[in-house]
């Protein structure tokens, strides 16, 4: 029993005794009722608000109708979106779109939690992937959750991250590591519109973008270059189009790429990351949605992608941002 309930035990006891009405039974009870509630439920009552009709209509009309590859076998997704740090309000604008995706292109189904203990290797053996909707600073309370959740993906299963899932893992750096890459804050704020380069146009997962480049209102992320695991591993799809003096301006001393998103291998498990994803209203642009989706059915295994590592690459030919906003 924690120490700090052990005085409020001790008192029910002496009173259960006194009174001729021991139960262990009751008392149980009362001291489970005792004990403090998970702070993540109070908060994210706080900061979770229930989203609209209008909020609906518009997800519901970003989703495509089809997927981009037909899926090979029935496909689940488990969504996960636990905050320790911030809490995004887009999570619930993010939740509906995934299960919307999942509902209207029947790539896959979705389900959603918010508590560690899905994170068994006989739970998450129903699963294809996992996909870390805004999560802030995960801390596995166990070493067999990480363990679980590290060897579901490296053998052979999907990992997709949502804006804040490169904020995670402060004690667990192998974990960090398979995401990319880890916040180390963000010049380009929620409010400004930004422009972004497809680093690779031809690539599979950039197809919702018709092979352009483009002016997006977002928070985009920098990365700990100590953490950031760079382009001898990540295939980068799309990044910040630094040749625009709205971006470069930002940062006076940083770095010259910043990727928003990427693909990798991790072991025999396929990684999707997108930076996207702070403001409710991304889940509602059709192009990025459909850039998600394509992300989701890659590591799933179900749409071919090349993630074969940036540097690797010869030839490629960047498509930047046009030059109006």
């Known amino acids: 029993m924690p120490t700090e309930h052990r005085p409020r035990f001790v008192s029910l006891l002496i009173a259960a005794i006194a009174a001729g009405s021991f139960s262990l039974v009751s008392l149980h009870a009362e001291t489970l009722s005792a004990q403090d509630p998970d702070p993540w439920e109070q908060k994210k009552a706080e900061r979770f608000k229930p989203l609209t009709e209008n909020d609906k209509r518009q997800i519901e009309a970003a989703v495509p109708a089809e997927p981009a590859a037909k899926p090979a076998a029935?496909?689940?997704?488990?969504?996960?979106?636990?905050?320790?740090g911030f809490?995004?309000?887009?999570?619930?604008?993010?939740?509906?779109?995934?299960r919307v995706m999942g509902e209207k292109?029947?790539?896959?189904?979705?389900?959603?939690?918010?508590?560690?203990?899905?994170?068994?290797?006989?739970?998450?053996?129903?699963?294809?992937?996992?996909?870390?909707?805004?999560?802030?600073?995960?801390?596995?309370?166990?070493?067999?959750?990480?363990?679980?959740?590290?060897?579901?993906?490296?053998?052979g299963k999907g990992l997709i991250g949502f804006h804040a899932a490169s904020d995670n893992f402060s004690r667990h750096p192998d974990c960090l590591a398979i995401v990319?890459?880890?916040?180390?804050?963000h010049p380009w704020g929620a409010g400004g519109k930004w422009a972004f380069k497809l680093d690779d146009p031809g690539h599979v997962l950039n197809a919702a973008f018709g092979r352009s480049g483009f002016w997006h209102t977002d928070e985009i992320y920098q990365y700990k270059?100590?953490?950031?695991?760079?382009?001898?591993?990540?295939?980068?799809?799309?990044?910040?189009d630094m040749s625009k003096e709205a971006v470069s301006s930002r940062i006076n001393d940083g770095p010259r790429e910043v990727p928003v998103s990427w693909v990798r291998k991790a072991g025999d498990g396929r990684v999707f990351y997108t930076n996207f994803g702070?403001?409710?209203?991304?889940?509602?642009?059709?192009?990025?949605?459909?850039?998600?989706?394509?992300?989701?059915?890659?590591?799933?295994?179900?749409?071919?992608?090349?993630?074969?590592?940036?540097?690797?690459?010869?030839?490629l030919q960047p498509a930047p941002a046009p030059a109006a906003r």
């Open 225 to 240: 270059p100590e953490s950031y695991v760079g382009t001898k591993v990540l295939r980068v799809l799309v990044s910040l």
């Open 105 to 155: 292109s029947k790539a896959f189904e979705a389900d959603f939690a918010d508590t560690y203990d899905v994170f068994q290797a006989e739970n998450l053996a129903k699963y294809d992937a996992i996909l870390l909707n805004n999560t802030t600073h995960m801390q596995f309370p166990e070493p067999s959750q990480r363990d679980a959740f590290m060897d579901f993906i490296i053998g």
């Open 87 to 98: 809490i995004h309000t887009s999570i619930p604008h993010a939740n509906q779109c995934v």
């Open 278 to 315: 702070h403001r409710e209203d991304t889940f509602a642009n059709s192009a990025i949605v459909k850039h998600m989706l394509d992300g989701i059915q890659y590591a799933l295994g179900d749409l071919p992608a090349d993630a074969t590592p940036t540097d690797e690459m010869e030839n």
């Open 74 to 84: 029935k496909r689940r997704v488990l969504v996960f979106y636990r905050c320790e």
């Open 180 to 185: 990319g890459g880890t916040f180390a804050g």
